[in-house]
């Protein structure tokens, strides 16, 4: 079994379906922004706020690389930007979860603890600069994207359901 790396936008379920597919696959699993948050030892948006934007990135290569290296059989979701490191593809299977912007903004917004979902998402905090982030950053994720999902209205149980078909025939 290879890994496989969920990407996407921010906001658009990472972590939800990857929850989800841990109840029906035989897989470890690790966040790329929980690992950088426990490297660090504080909130992402600390770093963003003390460090800056690029020292962030930098700390995501570093995972890339250990992740390579290191780990297998797993199930990796990744932050938004994570997609951008070099070696993504000798980490595993690619899978985007992919939504159209104004879907992810109203996932995020009609979910129960939304003000804390914005909260932890500094790129979020300027929705036209963030619909330009993501207006140019799906075209990179489905030129990278192995599997393509669409998550829109779709449970986390359906999408993990789709994606451990598609990893299958994908083998």
């Not at 969920?6 to 990857?18: D, E, N, Q, R, T």
């Not at 909130?43 to 890339?64: C, M, N, P, S, T």
């Not at 979020?124 to 075209?139: G, I």
């Amino acid at each position: 079994m290879k890994n496989i790396v969920l990407i996407g936008f921010m906001g658009v379920g990472k972590g939800s379906v990857a929850r989800e597919l841990l109840q029906h696959a035989d897989y470890m699993a690790v966040d790329t922004d929980d690992l950088i948050e426990s490297m660090q030892n504080r909130k992402i948006k600390k770093i963003f706020e003390q460090e800056g934007e690029e020292y962030f990135r930098k700390l995501e290569r570093d995972v890339a690389k250990w992740l390579q290296k290191s780990v297998k059989n797993t199930l990796i979701s990744t932050g938004g930007g994570f997609y951008k490191v070099k070696n993504l593809k000798k980490i595993g299977t690619i899978v985007l979860l992919d939504s159209p912007f104004d879907a992810i903004l109203k996932r995020i917004n009609e979910h129960p603890n939304a003000k804390a979902k914005l909260k932890k998402r500094p790129l979020l905090s300027n929705l036209e600069e963030a619909k330009k982030l993501y207006d140019a950053r799906r075209p990179e994720y489905l030129a990278l994207a192995d599997i393509v999902v669409d998550v829109t209205n779709k449970s986390a149980l359906e999408c993990s359901k789709e994606i451990l078909k598609k990893v299958k025939e994908n083998v």
